[in-house]
């Protein structure tokens, strides 16, 4: 499991558990798993995340942002898109 943490126009939109998270970057897609290898990178046009309690796959749109994680934890700060599902 890996913690994830969605940082929005300074609010916590979301902080639980996932099996993953797809993100789009600057360099192209990217899914970050437990224990992924340290990374950042810029995000680019959108970000989904999984759940693994029921199993439901959410996405939430952005437009821009910045995704950090050690394998353990990742964090995601990005700018608000007016269209955020």
């Given amino acids: 499991m890996l ?19 797809m993100i789009e970057t600057n360099a192209g897609p990217t899914e970050v798993l437990p224990h992924h290898q340290p990374y950042m990178a810029r995000i680019m046009n959108k ?11 959410s996405v939430t749109k952005i437009t821009d942002g910045f ?9 995601a700060v990005v700018d608000n898109d007016p269209d955020t599902k």
Avoid: H, P, R, W
């Fill in 67 to 75: 995704i950090y994680t050690n394998g353990i934890k990742c964090i």
């Fill in 3 to 21: 913690e994830f943490t969605l940082i929005c126009d300074e609010k916590e939109i979301f902080d639980g558990q996932v099996s993953k998270v």
């Fill in 47 to 57: 970000i989904a995340y999984m759940t693994t309690a029921n199993g439901t796959q």
